[in-house]
């Protein structure tokens, strides 16, 4: 969350949202975090999170793409990724 326009990294910490910064990946390119709807809720941390580092795509590793479907709808900022095609089942 921001508190005077400043991201508060332990929400970052507390859905495990984080940078991936290895081998040949540029910065700022790979993120990973915790699934961004709990409970048919959208997770107010990752959303802030995604939205500051500019998430283009996501690959959800959790989920199934009809599954993925049903539970878009309650995260505007997926649901808007996966209506673009931007949104990817393993």
Not at 25 to 54: G, M
Request: glycine share 4%; proline share 3%.
């Amino acid at each position: 969350m921001r508190k005077s326009g400043i991201l508060i990294s332990s929400d970052a910490a507390a859905v495990n949202f984080r940078e991936i910064r290895m081998g040949n990946i540029a910065p700022n390119t790979l993120y990973r975090s915790s699934h961004p709807i709990k409970d048919n809720k959208q997770d107010t941390a990752i959303a802030v999170l995604a939205s500051s580092a500019r998430i283009s795509a996501v690959l959800n590793l959790s989920d199934t793409t009809s599954e993925i479907m049903g539970k878009a709808i309650f995260a505007p900022w997926y649901n808007k990724l996966l209506k673009n095609g931007s949104v990817h089942a393993l």
